[in-house]
């Protein structure tokens, strides 16, 4: 008996030492849920964007107080109501509903964990405003539960509205400028040919030699003008991707005597010698747009002419790729005044001139090198330059 007493009183003894350790372990279990739910709660209230919990079957189990200010519900009228009723406007409740209904009958969504989404939601006024949201289960309970984090972009597309709209002003701004100039040149154009047709008929008429000179004047004049409107006009016309470009077979060879020989009154007229150089065996036939790639070659060889003086231009021509016949290579060199490093990509630009001791002597608009990019651009092209100062230009 006494034995059975004492074994009793030691077990029992036993008992309650793990009944009290099992209920302080409880009890830290319990601290410790304590303290993450308060970590969790603090997290969610200051989250800036609006949290909202709720259940497979739509009912709203929480939310922080981001979200009671953003749909403009207290916590207590929010709680237990349905997302369809209360959040979800009515364009979206049956995207809603079938999404959740499909997650839980397959376990995928295009929308839950999926990432960010634009959509809209509606406020307590049913008001109903652009958001971003991102959806989630939050795994571990038997029944499935939902979190949500939601941000109000009102802001942001009322920003990116204004932004678009300056956009489309402004570019409507430059299409009127860009009208305005190809109406204005293509006008100024007609009374232009008048006035040149006129001169030339003039010049043939019984005049002294005085008269003469001056015709020629005149006449020289309007050829300059008639040059500055059409370089506006093809401006325009290049903006507005109105130029065709061809690609048919001709004779290089053909068109560059004749460009040289158009040239050489005013490679004299500044004591400068021209040459064309071959680098590579000569191609007799190429095929690209003839009309534009005389524009560009003329543009600028007149170029290196005309900011070059007692020196040597030459146009260099070179071919590479399968079988020298890939690309071609044209290089303007001039051994004239040279173009200083921080205008080399300027003078690409439309109106834009360097200001030079010849630059300023010689007339332009400023226009050509912005024609010759947007031609040779337009055939698949590039064009560049190199310079030196007083050295001269390679384009
Ligand atoms: P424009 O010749 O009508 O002024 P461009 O667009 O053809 O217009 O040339 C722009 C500017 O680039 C010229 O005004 C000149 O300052 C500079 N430039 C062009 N070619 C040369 C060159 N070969 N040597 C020196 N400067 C040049």
Redesign the pocket.
């Known amino acids: 008996m006494g034995a059975l007493s004492i074994g009793m009183v030691l077990v029992l003894s036993a008992l309650t030492i793990s009944l009290l350790l099992l209920s302080l372990q409880a009890q830290q279990r319990a601290r410790q849920m304590r303290e993450t739910a308060n970590r969790l709660t603090t997290i969610l209230e200051t989250s800036l964007d609006a949290v909202v919990v709720f259940s497979a079957t739509g009912r709203i189990l929480a939310i922080n107080s981001a979200a009671e200010q953003m749909f403009e519900f207290q916590r207590a009228e929010a709680i237990g109501g349905k997302m369809t009723d209360l959040l979800v406007p009515a364009l979206h409740r049956e995207k809603f509903l079938s999404t959740i209904r499909d997650y839980m009958l397959n376990g995928q969504s295009d929308i839950i964990g999926a990432g960010r989404i634009s959509m809209t939601a509606m406020r307590k006024s049913r008001a109903i405003f652009p958001i971003e949201f991102s959806i989630d289960q939050i795994g571990g309970s038997d029944e499935p539960i939902f979190v949500t984090f939601i941000r109000d972009i009102t802001e942001r597309r009322a920003t990116e509205l204004t932004l678009v709209e300056a956009r489309d002003k402004a570019l409507a701004g430059e299409r009127a400028k860009a009208e305005f100039l190809a109406v204005m040149s293509h006008e100024m154009r007609t009374p232009l040919n008048g006035l040149l047709g006129t001169l030339g008929l003039l010049q043939d008429t019984p005049l002294s030699d005085q008269q003469h000179a001056y015709i020629s004047n005149m006449q020289a004049s309007g050829k300059l003008l008639m040059h500055h409107v059409n370089?506006v006009l093809e401006i325009s016309k290049l903006e507005a991707g109105k130029v065709a470009i061809t690609n048919t077979p001709f004779s290089l060879h053909d068109m560059l005597e004749e460009i040289i020989q158009g040239q050489a009154p005013q490679a004299q007229a500044n004591a400068n010698t021209l040459n064309v150089h071959w680098v590579s065996q000569p191609v007799p036939y190429i095929v690209c747009d003839p009309v534009r790639l005389r524009q560009i070659l003329l543009?600028?060889l007149?170029?290196?002419l005309?900011?070059?003086k007692n020196g040597a231009v030459t146009l260099e021509i070179e071919t590479f790729g399968k079988a020298n016949s890939e690309e071609i290579e044209f290089r303007?060199i001039?051994t004239?005044?040279?173009?200083q490093e921080q205008?080399l990509e300027q003078?690409?630009g439309d109106f834009?001139?360097?200001?030079?001791t010849?630059?300023r002597a010689?007339?332009?608009?400023?226009?050509?090198?912005?024609?010759?990019r947007r031609l040779t651009r337009a055939m698949g092209g590039e064009i560049g330059?190199e310079?030196t100062v007083d050295v001269?230009?390679v384009?």
Request: glycine share 22%; charged share 10%; no cysteine.
């Open positions: 370089d543009n600028l007149s170029n290196a005309k900011f070059t303007v001039d004239g005044i040279g173009i205008y003078i690409f834009e001139t360097v200001d030079g010849y630059g010689t007339q332009g608009t400023g226009l050509g090198l912005g024609i010759s330059v310079s001269g230009s384009f």
